[in-house]
């Protein structure tokens, strides 16, 4: 894949420990930036990844609700005693409508 220019694009990754016997190891998003040819040995661009970990492991990270990162098919809404939840599109539309959550945020 050849970013077009540079900034921020998200693609879902699944790593696999082999064709004959699939194990799920990671799932989640990496972030694509900072295209620089003259680091990578033998290739035309060298792309920086940063995996965006599951919601759990960022607040167990001590990252802040409000600086949390969702995977690139979700967005991040709170409930209403504040704490952060990722979620899908749709259900975020049907959790704000049932007062289930306050606020949302799209990255």
């Not at 970013?3 to 694009?9: A, I, K, L, Q």
Request: with cysteine; aromatic share 12%; glycine share 4%.
């Amino acid at each position: 894949m050849t970013p077009p220019t540079e900034g921020d694009y998200f693609i879902d990754v699944t790593v696999i420990k082999s064709i004959e016997e699939p194990v799920h190891l990671l799932s989640g998003s990496i972030e694509l930036f900072d295209v620089q040819p003259e680091i990578c040995w033998g290739c035309n661009e060298y792309l920086l990844v940063k995996v965006v970990y599951s919601l759990k492991q960022q607040l167990e990270d001590g990252i802040l609700s409000e600086n949390v990162q969702c995977y690139s098919n979700q967005i991040l809404v709170f409930k209403n005693d504040g704490s952060p939840a990722c979620v899908y599109w749709e259900s975020a539309t049907k959790l704000l409508q049932r007062d289930w959550a306050t606020n949302y945020r799209i990255d």
